[in-house]
């Protein structure tokens, strides 16, 4: 994303991978995730035609620990299409910890044991013609994220 030309790109927030499943899943009932509990684990994920960066992403983040994400779904609708997804194959998926406020309540999400490297959102604004209402609204994100750091 920052490879972008013409645009200015600020880190807005740093959000931690988690594991998602149906809460009758074997694993919802751990605190945490072991990251060797994940292999052979039948995933769902994002796919290309949307998500273009998902799976490299995800296989990049498990690659240092030895584990090859077994995907058995990728869904292009979103996230909302993943969820129905992960119920109906009593499934797993590994997103960001700001899918947790959108998830249905019958679905919990887990940290992982060692923590995986944290996901960057990224806001860029145009660096040759600027807009100011653009500009406005990165500021009204950036604030945002520090008024909720501090409280």
Known sequence: MKGIPGFQWTELRRLQPVLVMPETH???KLRRIPLMRL???PLIGLAKGNYPEYV????????????????V?????????LFMALEAHHAAAILTEGSISTMPRTLVARPFAPMLPSASVMI????????????????????EVRRRKSS
């Not at 779904?73 to 909302?80: K, T």
């Not at 040759?128 to 009204?140: D, G, I, K, V, Y």
Request: charged share 20%; net charge positive.
């Open 56 to 71: 490299p992403h995800v296989r990049g983040m498990l690659k240092p620990f030895g584990v090859l994400p077994r995907f």
């Open 26 to 28: 074997p694993l919802a």
């Open 73 to 81: 779904s990728l869904v292009n609708d979103g996230v909302s299409t």
């Open 124 to 143: 860029g604004l145009p660096a040759l013609r600027p807009n100011p209402h653009a500009e406005t609204f990165a500021r009204m994100l950036l604030e």
């Open 39 to 41: 292999r052979g684990l």
